[in-house]
């Protein structure tokens, strides 16, 4: 079974930086995409950054030059670094993976538990 466990999030003021962690295991999958969403109050799920094993990256329009996603294959470990954090950034940020069972094609998207990140003005 794959868990991703998510650490890192809190309360931080307009401008100040937090870094997410997320720590996926399984023993018998390997991981390929693996990203961060974010969900506000009343509104939908949103991508916030995404990365695949080749460090190809992608982020939300509104974390470009603020945020940055990176991550550590060998250690199945990925990372938000949060600069100038803003009060809409407020949500709760959950984890991502697209989990492959090792020696087939069958992959599945997993999400961890999510962690609350709240910026005040």
């Known amino acids: 079974q794959v868990q991703l466990v998510e650490s890192g999030g809190g309360l931080v003021q307009s401008g100040g930086s937090l870094r997410l962690s997320c720590a996926a295991s399984?023993?018998?999958?390997?991981?390929?995409?693996m990203g961060w969403y974010r969900q506000a109050p009343g509104k939908e799920r949103e991508l916030v950054a995404r990365?695949?094993?080749?460090?190809?990256?992608k982020y939300a329009d509104s974390v470009k030059g603020r945020f940055i996603i990176s991550r550590d294959n060998g250690k199945d470990m990925v990372y938000l670094q949060m600069n100038s954090l803003k009060p809409e950034d407020t949500a709760v940020y959950y984890c991502?993976?697209?989990?492959?069972?090792?020696?087939?094609?069958?992959?599945?998207?997993?999400w961890g538990q999510g962690t609350q990140v709240t910026v005040s003005s």
């Open positions: 990365i695949t094993t080749g460090e190809s990256t």
């Open positions: 991502n993976a697209e989990a492959v069972i090792i020696g087939t094609m069958s992959s599945y998207k997993y």
């Open positions: 399984g023993s018998t999958f390997r991981f390929n995409a």
